[in-house]
């Protein structure tokens, strides 16, 4: 079955332990991407991926680090997660040129 | 830059009832538009999508058409259902890939029986 695959589904840490969170997708894609999700601001972008090593800033990456060093592979990490980091996280994926986004079940963290 | 405006929400509807979501959006170019679809507990996933002006994106009753004098890609369906409860989220990309997808802040529906 096709699919992205997020772990942890639910996280919650203490500020500034540094946490990872993993993402896996089995369709080949090479582009990859992190979303954040805030009630009343949507889904932002945080860093994506268009093929291994090669990665780049969305539109919120400060506090967030990733790497690529596999094709299926896109761990989001929080070296020192603050309060303002607690949200809904989503990892997508997408066979490139196709516009079409595949996302993951999502990972809620909260850190106290 | 690109950007997406999505009506308010939360939507609270009877079962067969009549729904409209409206989109407009601003963007250099041609995007195309999208309508994504997030049920509860679940992340988000394509509902339709039109990638030219006049076209018309449809899938599980659901349509939406790209108005480029309007600017608009509003949602309808004509009679939902219970399981049609959801976050809608209206999304723009230009052509070449989904790293520049910008997406609307998500409007929840609620059908009750």
């Known amino acids: 079955e096709a699919q992205v695959t997020q772990n942890p589904r639910y996280l919650i840490t203490v500020t500034g332990k540094k946490l990872t969170v993993t993402c896996s997708q089995n369709?080949?894609?090479?582009?990859m991407s992190w979303y954040r999700q805030d009630p009343g601001l949507g889904l932002r972008q945080i860093y994506y991926?268009?093929?291994?090593?090669?990665?780049d800033k969305g539109d919120v990456p400060e506090g967030y680090k990733v790497s690529r060093k596999e094709k299926r592979n896109f761990p989001l990490i929080l070296e020192s997660p603050s309060p303002n980091q607690t949200s809904l996280y989503f990892c997508?994926?997408?066979?490139?040129?196709?516009?079409?986004?595949?996302f993951g079940s999502g990972t809620q963290l909260s850190v106290l | 830059g690109d950007s997406v405006t999505q009506m308010e929400g939360p939507v609270t509807l009877s079962e067969e009832a009549f729904l409209t979501i409206n989109c407009t959006y601003t963007?250099?170019?041609?995007?195309?538009l999208f309508w994504y679809v997030q049920y509860p507990g679940e992340g988000l996933q394509l509902l339709l999508k039109?990638?030219?002006?006049?076209d018309k994106g449809s899938n599980k009753g659901f349509e939406a058409t790209y108005r480029k004098e309007t600017t608009s890609f509003h949602l309808e369906k004509g009679s939902v259902q219970v399981s049609d409860s959801a976050v809608y989220f209206c999304?723009?990309?230009?052509?070449?890939?989904?790293?520049?997808?910008?997406f609307g802040k998500g409007t929840k529906l609620t059908v009750n029986p």
């Open positions: 997508a994926s997408s066979s490139l040129p196709d516009e079409k986004l595949f």
């Open positions: 991926s268009m093929n291994v090593e090669v990665t």
């Open positions: 963007a250099t170019g041609y995007p195309s």
């Open positions: 369709m080949n894609h090479e582009y």
């Open positions: 039109a990638t030219k002006a006049d």
């Open positions: 999304a723009l990309g230009h052509q070449g890939g989904s790293e520049k997808l910008v």
